[in-house]
């Protein structure tokens, strides 16, 4: 279906920072996969989109297709069987101009040429839901890892497709939305719906909750969701502009790898002019710029936040390190960092001993001051 939007369209500076994330990602999820698992995996996006932007710069399914065929490295050893790249995306316009941005990105291999390289591209006309899981089954990809991305515009990703995908070995999804699309729910009215993307009626709660806190509590009963899917390790985050606009990022895997190299993916980006990162979970929404070194102030706060939680106030540096990873939107080495500093500063205090008593390591355990 053709809608009245131009395409292609032009990018906002969400989109360059979201592409800037997954650039990262992908370099160092293609040779981890390609390396482990002979290359028999999948990539595959369910809102392809045309992939290519006003201004020339590449869609995400470009992106994709580059971080294998620029790897000089792991390209060659892609093997017979090999790599499939699937685009579902259901306005024709996308579709008529997706494949000639892939063999631009190809060149000199022609996309009718791939296959032979062992490469797979699959470029078709259809809804996410169904047409994405159907083209998934035809070109054999269950059972082996498939990374799923689900760039939608707010459209639904029912809780099915993400267990599904869940479920399957290997297997890692990456959903992306405006956070007001969950404000639809709020009013619990488009109950089917709702029901469909939660995967079952507890979400209706969101009823009882005050209006202004109704949104921030429908993102975590998201998180939650993804969790309950089957992805153990779930990331999520917004990347927000100057004006307060937000695009929500969803990331969910089944190993901890995963969830550590999108972490190091999120703070390689180099800096996209007036867009920062926000936790759904920093009571104060504080914006963080993107820098190697960020802004820690949050980290600090979700810290102390987590051992008021626990018994003693107490916790060991490992303990902290890990919450950060899976709980926050920092990496382990900068929980290291902001516990030694938070030491230092008197805003907790060192329980453990120890035999190198300057040093902080990991078993040490550090509390809330009494
Ligand atoms: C946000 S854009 C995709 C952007 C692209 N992934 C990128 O980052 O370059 C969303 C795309 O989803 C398509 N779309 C919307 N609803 C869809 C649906 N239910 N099934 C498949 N495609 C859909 C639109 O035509 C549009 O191209």
Not at 69 to 83: D, L, Q
Not at 249 to 260: A, I, K, M, N
Not at 316 to 342: C, D, G
Request: charged share 25%; hydrophobic share 40%.
């Amino acid at each position: 279906m053709a809608g009245s939007n131009p395409v292609p369209w032009s990018a906002d500076q969400h989109t360059k920072a979201k592409h800037a994330v997954y650039a990262q990602y992908l370099d160092k999820w293609m040779p981890i996969m390609v390396n482990g698992w002979g290359a028999d995996i999948t990539y595959a996006e369910g809102f392809a989109g045309p992939g290519v932007y006003l201004d020339g710069s590449a869609g995400s399914p470009v992106i994709a297709v580059k971080a294998l065929v620029g790897n000089k490295a792991i390209r060659t050893k892609v093997r017979n069987g090999g790599i499939r790249f699937v685009f579902i995306d259901r306005d024709q316009r996308c579709i008529d101009l997706l494949p000639m941005e892939i063999a631009k990105a190809t060149a000199p291999v022609p996309l009718d040429g791939l296959s032979a390289h062992g490469v797979h591209v699959t470029v078709e006309k259809g809804d996410c839901e169904p047409d994405l899981q159907r083209v998934l089954t035809r070109e054999r990809a269950w059972g082996r890892p498939i990374l799923a991305v689900l760039d939608t515009w707010g459209g639904a990703i029912s809780f099915d497709l993400v267990q599904r995908v869940a479920e399957n070995p290997g297997s890692e999804v990456i959903i992306t939305m405006q956070p007001q699309y969950f404000s639809r729910f709020a009013s619990v009215d488009s109950i089917e719906h709702g029901d469909r993307v939660f995967g079952g009626s507890s979400w209706r709660e969101v009823a009882g909750q005050p209006p202004e806190k109704k949104d921030r509590w429908l993102l975590q009963r998201y998180r939650q969701t993804i969790q309950q899917a089957g992805f153990q390790y779930v990331l999520d985050f917004e990347l927000i502009d100057k004006r307060g606009q937000s695009l929500f990022l969803v990331f969910g895997t089944t190993h901890e790898r995963g969830l550590t190299k999108m972490k190091e993916a999120m703070w390689e980006v180099d800096d996209i002019a007036g867009v920062g990162y926000r936790d759904p979970r920093d009571p104060n929404q504080e914006a963080l710029a993107i820098e190697i070194e960020p802004n820690t102030a949050p980290l600090k706060r979700l810290i102390v936040d987590h051992l008021r939680a626990l018994p003693g106030n107490q916790a060991t540096v490992n303990h902290l390190r890990k919450f950060a990873l899976r709980s926050t939107v920092y990496k382990e080495s900068q929980a290291a960092s902001v516990v030694r500093e938070m030491v230092g500063e008197g805003q907790l205090t060192r329980t453990g001993g120890g035999l190198h008593r300057s040093r902080l390591s990991s078993t040490d355990v550090v509390a809330l001051p009494t």
